[in-house]
Structure formats: C-alpha cells, structure tokens
C-alpha cells in the first residue's frame, strides 16, 4: 500500500536508500482518527506559525529511523501540492512541515503522513510548548567568546611571558594591556555570567555551592589584571581568567546530556491522547479535546484505544488493558455499568462510556495531584560536589584573611594584593571540572549500553544506592500474559488444529497466547462463536468444543473447579485448562542473586497475589516481597524503605510505578523501546539490559573513586599554589602555566579513570554509538506492542 | 615598529569576523541539529534524472 502511494510519485527510490528502510506498517489507524486536528481550538495549539496562507506545524514521527525517512520525508511535497518544503530533526523524531490551508487540511496532512506509515503521534502533553534551543544556542554562543577572548589574550600575553625587549616601544605593552583587558570584558558580562548569578543565588540561600569560590576567583582575577594595567606595573592574570571561564563552559557543555529524543519529565499527558470521540445524546459524534472534557459525557472508544478518564461503561463488554497502569498483568472484562478507571486500553468492539469524573481528577492522574508533584522536587545528586567545596570555600576565605592578616603586620602595601592572589590561585577550577568530566564520560559509555541518565550526577546517586525496589510487571518479567501451561489430557493434533484453528479467530490476548504454543497448521473452526467476557465455542467432530472461563463453563451445566485459567470442554467433557505464568526476563533470574548479595531487595508489584507464588520460584532470595499496591502505595512504601536514611533506587516501568520513581533517590524507568512513553524519571533503562544491572551499579561506585582521586589531586595543586601566592610570589607566569596544567591534568585523569573503570566494571559499549541510528524493530501500530507488553 | 600594530589590528579584525561568523551561524541555528544535516548531505537531489540513465544493475 504504501509502495504504492511512493511510486505514483516517484519516490520508490526510498527503498534503495537502506535495506531497513521499510516498515510494516499497522492496519492504519481508523478512518477519523486526526477528526480532532479540525478543533480550531487545538490546532492554534499545535501549529508553530501561521501567516494566513502558509501555516508551519511541527509534528512528532516517534516512526523516523534511518536516512530514507529523512529522504522521503523531507521530499513529501512530491505528494501533495498544498506542502511545502519539509524539515525533519532525526535526534528529536520531528518534522517540521509547511503547508497551504487553502490547498489541504491539517487532519489529511496527518492522515497524508499515517498512510504512508510515520503515524504523528499527538499527546496531551504537545499542547505544552516547549523551547530549550534558546538556552543551548547561548551556552554554545559563550562558550564561543570565551574561546576567543582566551585565544587572543594569550597571544597579548606570550610577549611578557617571554620578556621580550621593548626598549624601542615602550607604548606596547600598554597597549597589549588594553586590548586585553578589553577582550576579557565580553567574557565577564557574558560568558562568565552564570556562574556570578548561581553563586550570588546559592549564597541567597545560605548555600555555598561550588560556584562561590570559582566567582570569588574570576572577580579578584579581573579586579586584580585591571588594576595592575591601569597602573601600568604588570600584564595581569587575564589569559589564566579567559582560560579558567572556557575551560569551565566546555566541562558545562560536556556534561550537558546530549539526547533530544528523550525525556525525563513526562507526566500523564503525555500518555493520553488530544481528543476523545463524544457521542451526543441524538447519535452523531464529533471529537472532543480531551481538557475540556466534563462529568456526564458520552464517550466511545475504539479498538486499541485509552479511556481518558474515569468513567462508567455504558455499552459494551470491555475488555482493559491496565498493565501499563496498574502492573496488573492480564487483560480484564468489564461489563455494563462497571467502573473504567483511565489509562486502560481497550481491546475489541467499540464501546461507549460516561465520563464521571474530569482528566485531572482521575484515579491515575491524581497521582500528579500529590504534593510531592506539586513542588518543583529537584533531586540534587552532586552532593559530592557539594560537600566538598563548602569546606573549600570556607578554607580558602579563611586562608585569605589570614595571610591578609599577617602581610598587614609585616608589609601592608602588599596585603590587598596579596589576597587577592590566594583567591586566585585557590579557584577551584580543577575541582570543578573533575566530577562534570567524570561524570559526562560515564553517562556517554552508560548510553552506549542502554542506560540513558538524565545528567551525569545520576552516577553519584547510583553510587549511593543500598537499596533496590523492583516493579514485577513489565520490569522484572516480560509482561503480558506470560507463559502458557496446558493441565490435563493429552491434546490429539486433530484438536490441537481445531484450537488453533478456533483462538486464531479470536482476538482476546488470551486466546492470542494459547494459539501461539500450537505448531499444528490451523484447521478452520465451523459454527465459530466468541462470547465477549466468556470464551470461546465451535463445532468439532460434531460436538461443541468449548473455551473459556470455568464460571462460564458452569453455567452451562459442567462440571469445573473454580480456578483461574481457561477451561477446555469438549461436548460434555471437561478436558483440562490452560494456566499462565509469568515468566522472567531473560537473564533477570541470573542477575538477581548477584544483586541481592549486595543490595536490600524489595519487590512491589501492583498484581495479585499469585503473580508473587511464580516469582520466588525463580528468584528464592526474594524476602520483601508485596503484591497488590495500588500507585499511592507504591509510593508510601519507597518513603518507608528510605526513612532509614538509605538510598533506594526503583526500577519501574509503567505509570503506576511514577510516583514511587518520583520519590526514590534514583528512579529508572525500564522500556522496551526508548521513543514510547516513560514516566518522569531520573535514568532511562532498555527492557533487555536489566541484567546488566549490576554491571552498572559497580560502575556508578568505580567512577566516584575516579572523582574521588581527582578531587584529591586538585586539592593538591591548590595547596602548592596557595602556599606560593601565600608567600607573595604569585607571577602572573606562574598562574598562566599552574592553572591550565592543573586543569588539563585532573581531565585527562577524569576521563581515562571512568574508562578504565568501564572496563574494571565489564562494559561494552554495544553497537549503538549513537542510540538514534538504530533501526526499530517494532513496527508502528495502531497498538503499540510495547505498551501493551508493559 | 609600527607595523606591529597594523598586524595587531588585522589579526584582531580577523579573529572578530570569525567570532561574528560563528555567533551568526550559532542564532541561524545551524548548531541545532547536529545529526540530520550529515544524514541530507549524502542523498542524491533528484530522483527524476535516474529515470533518465538506465539503472546499473539488472
């Protein structure tokens, strides 16, 4: 279909520009499913710019995987004349896409991108306009005059460095001052800015941050060089002060994380979709935006699609999905007038419901609701940072006036300068850079393994983790419904056909998963019937072969135990019954032990009992294990297990774990594929390293012994500089050469050290180098697998 | 020694107009995106002039 569409317009090329360039692409989403785009409401929401005849959108394509997306994408104006030339940003999945209104509308420009498989993926959460280039083009903007304010001082400078004779031109130096100082004014008003505003903030609040001595030090750096210029008695410390501000933005920018395409900060609006289908009282339906939903509204809902809101089912039976909120692992049948909680999806035959309580108010995103979401909880994890540099900055105040005071005994002419020496050479520029260099290198091999921190002091939080809660769902096993186990009579393949045969016809997860144990080609069922809640019956071998629930099986007069499972009958014969169990990770079971023998291990899970009786038989050191918690619970119970004061890290992957991983000390959010949701979390986990994660952890404690080390020798450095400046022999030479010597030394031990300890820890960087390249192998659907397997 | 500040003063008019042509190219955007752009350097402009040429191999 889509090859199709391509090469009406000429654009087959697509599939010779990478082998992995198609996708199989879904049964397309329903007709109408971009309806709401022709809210006007929304769609002033959504687009970037209009001008009254071009109109720019930009849409999220979580589908973009390779060179021949861009391709095609950027060449979609072949498809339709009312689309202009097309823009696509591959880190961050968008394409931005100018079009004429006049020519075609937004809602088929989205079904236009649908049909030829890059569904857009509209959330809630799109309406939330987000800007952070301005932010990154300035840090990249400083970081540039920095540079070339560094650059060219230090060429000023080399002269005097040199004593080269000026007996001809006794006006150069001056005037090398002046440009000097001249070229060093940008860098303080603007590349050096931050640092003066976090440093004046921190100290605001009674905080001494690492920031306050390194703003003492570029201040007596400056006042100190002017002074001496003005006055003509030396060149100052300029080159060391540009130097200082440079190397401190590259060590910011290197530790800045570097992946657009993820998120750390999702809510629930960005799992819900924009628009629900509302049924009006006379039977027509229009869309509806989903913040504008009320109480009393009439929703219908379609295959694969989530309830937006908590609500009672009007017309069904439904059959929800709440394992991507509940860790519940098993689909469940709802029937009229029960209660829909949001979040689950339904599966099967439209259904219509009655919103009874708004959006924000759901028993989901009540959560958000929670106290701890209402503040801005910013976790701070470089206390390493912190901690140190307190005591430092008190010592090298303390040092100052003290060498300040004794020079004011012995020779008072020199004690300003003199102080202001100690200041400089005590900036704590090394020590600044250390943990950012350390840390930035162990989130770029962290990512090549599958494991993407929020920012580089994530690792120290790691570090400090004794205590690790699990989530069991999704996280711990592979979810959905688990492994099928058949109890009772040997099964013939002439009826191994027929069930096959009969569970294919079915679209219920259930029956899904018991046709897939079967080998036997499939032999097409007579008198097929699904009854929806029930189970499953055809004609074979001129009996009734039934499928099903044992309550149903009942009610038609068998005789079935009342156990979980689905019973199989055949005529008035009760075979047996298939069992689920949930099965582990692979490599989960092996990696656990390892854990447990150094962490505290806890496991919360949302399911029920039963699900836990699996899980210790294949993880016997499981001790704390506790099942059906609601997300509040969760949450209740990471604060209890921290009350001790140990840190303890959550591993979980859907969003009833978000508040749990919102309140841990280091919460990972586990996926199966890094484009689809995750809750706000503090590091990002591919489904398929969990078992690596001991590997991490030795690695989160090796590199804070990296840090460690180069702390100390930063420390050392200061001490040998202060003890000279201390003695008033501080040269402006002296603090040219000290100070970059010191800084490029503690960066190269920084950054050897982490790599060493990635190899101490036993990690590979895998093939992806870049975690965008890689092609995805989950093709895009209505339904996408992975939420449904969470 | 005059010379000396003729160099100074062409090295530093230099040195400004590579600093303007960075602080330009950063406020352009063209630091944005670090990745696509490597990817639309390596494809082809045009699709019609293949029709043209017969395809290499068959």
């Known amino acids: 279909m889509v090859y199709s569409i391509l090469s009406d317009h000429k654009l087959d090329r697509f599939y010779e520009l990478d082998p992995n360039a198609g996708q199989q692409v879904g049964d397309g989403p329903e007709t109408g499913a971009f309806d709401f785009l022709a809210d006007s409401d929304l769609r002033r929401k959504l687009i970037d710019f209009t001008d009254g005849k071009t109109t720019y959108i930009t849409f999220h394509l979580p589908q973009i995987h390779c060179v021949a997306c861009v391709w095609l994408l950027e060449r979609l104006y072949n498809l339709h004349d009312g689309i202009g030339p097309s823009e696509v940003n591959f880190t961050r999945k968008t394409l931005k896409v100018p079009y004429d209104e006049s020519k075609i509308t937004l809602v088929e420009l989205a079904g236009l991108l649908s049909r030829i498989g890059y569904e857009p993926d509209f959330k809630l959460g799109s309406l939330q306009q987000n800007g952070n280039d301005g932010g990154r083009r300035r840090a990249w903007m400083q970081l540039g005059v920095a540079g070339f304010a560094f650059g060219n001082i230090m060429l000023l400078s080399f002269p005097g460095y040199l004593g080269v004779p000026v007996r001809d031109t006794p006006w150069l130096p001056p005037v090398f001052g002046a440009l000097s100082l001249l070229l060093s004014i940008p860098v303080m008003l603007f590349s050096a800015r931050e640092y003066f505003q976090s440093a004046w903030l921190g100290l605001k609040h009674r905080e001494i941050s690492i920031d306050v001595p390194i703003a003492l030090g570029i201040l007596a750096l400056f006042f100190q060089s002017a002074f001496d210029i003005l006055r003509g008695v030396g060149e100052g410390y300029l080159d060391s002060l540009a130097g200082l501000v440079f190397f401190l933005l590259i060590g910011k920018s290197f530790q800045r994380r570097s992946f657009d395409a993820l998120s750390f900060d999702r809510d629930y609006t960005h799992y819900f979709p924009l628009a629900a289908l509302q049924v009006n009282p006379d039977g027509s339906t229009a869309t509806r935006p989903l913040d504008r939903l009320v109480t009393g509204d009439r929703l219908r809902i379609r295959n694969g699609e989530l309830i937006p809101a908590d609500a009672v089912l009007m017309q069904g039976p439904a059959l929800i999905d709440y394992s991507f909120v509940t860790g519940e692992s098993r689909p469940e049948e709802r029937l009229i007038g029960e209660t829909l909680y949001a979040g689950g999806r339904h599966h099967g035959a439209p259904i219509e419901i009655e919103v009874i309580k708004e959006v924000s108010q759901s028993y989901l995103t009540s959560l958000w609701n929670h106290k701890s979401f209402r503040k801005d909880h910013e976790r701070k994890f470089d206390r390493m940072t912190r901690e140190v540099s307190k005591i430092f900055t008190l010592a090298v105040i303390t040092l100052a006036l003290a060498t300040g005071g004794w020079w004011l005994f012995h020779s008072p002419g020199d004690t300003l300068r003199i102080m202001s020496a100690v200041l400089i050479v005590a900036c704590p520029c090394a020590l600044a850079l250390s943990a950012p260099f350390a840390f930035g290198t162990a989130l770029r091999i962290l990512r090549g393994c599958g494991l993407y921190l929020k920012n580089g002091f994530v690792v120290e939080g790691m570090a400090r983790v004794r205590h690790l809660a699990f989530d069991k769902t999704g996280t711990l096993t592979q979810g959905g419904v688990g492994s099928v186990h058949w109890d009772g009579t040997e099964l013939s393949s002439a009826l191994q056909a027929a069930l096959r045969g009969m569970t294919e016809s079915s679209t219920h997860p259930l029956s899904r998963a018991i046709s897939s144990t079967f080998s036997v080609e499939a032999d097409q069922p007579s008198g097929f019937q699904e009854w929806a809640g029930k189970g499953l019956e055809c004609i074979w071998q001129g009996q009734s072969l039934r499928l099903g629930s044992s309550v149903w099986l009942r009610e038609q007069g068998l005789e079935v135990p009342a156990l979980a499972g689905s019973w199989l009958a055949h005529g008035s014969q009760v075979l047996g019954h298939f069992h689920f169990t949930d099965s582990p990770r692979e490599g989960v079971a092996q990696s656990l032990p390892v854990l447990s023998s150094r962490y505290d291990m806890t496991v919360l899970t949302g399911d029920r009992e039963e699900g836990l009786q699996t899980l210790r038989q294949w993880f016997p050191g499981c001790k704390d294990a506790r099942a059906s918690l609601s997300p509040g619970d969760k949450l209740e119970a990471i604060d209890q297990l921290r009350s001790d004061g140990r840190a303890v890290m959550m591993i979980g992957d859907g969003l009833n774990d978000a508040g749990a991983l919102r309140h841990s000390d280091v919460g990972v959010a586990v996926t199966e594929d890094i484009q689809t949701f995750t809750p706000a979390c503090d590091a990002i986990l591919e489904a398929s390293q969990i078992p690596d994660l001991p590997r991490y952890l030795r690695f989160s404690r090796l590199t804070v012994k990296v840090v460690a080390v180069s702390f100390a020798i930063s420390l050392l450095y200061n001490i040998f500089g202060v003890a000279v400046a201390a003695s008033g022999h501080l040269s402006p030479l002296f603090a040219a050469i000290l100070m970059p010597l010191s800084s490029v030394s503690v960066l190269v031990i920084s950054v050897f050290g982490t790599r060493f300890a990635a190899r101490l820890a036993g990690l590979t960087p895998g093939p992806r180098l870049r975690e965008d390249t890689r092609p995805r192998s989950m093709p895009p659907s209505p339904i996408p697998q992975q939420e449904l397997a969470a | ?58």
């Not at chain 2, 490597?38 to 290499?56: C, G, H, K």
């Open chain 2, 1 to 58: 020694m005059s010379v000396i500040l003729i160099l100074l003063l062409a090295s530093m008019f230099l040195a400004l107009c590579f600093l303007g042509a960075f602080l330009w190219s950063v406020k352009q955007g063209q630091f944005d995106d670090p990745v696509t752009p490597a990817m639309r350097i390596l494809m082809d402009d045009d699709s019609s002039t293949r029709e043209s040429s017969p395809p290499e191999h068959t």
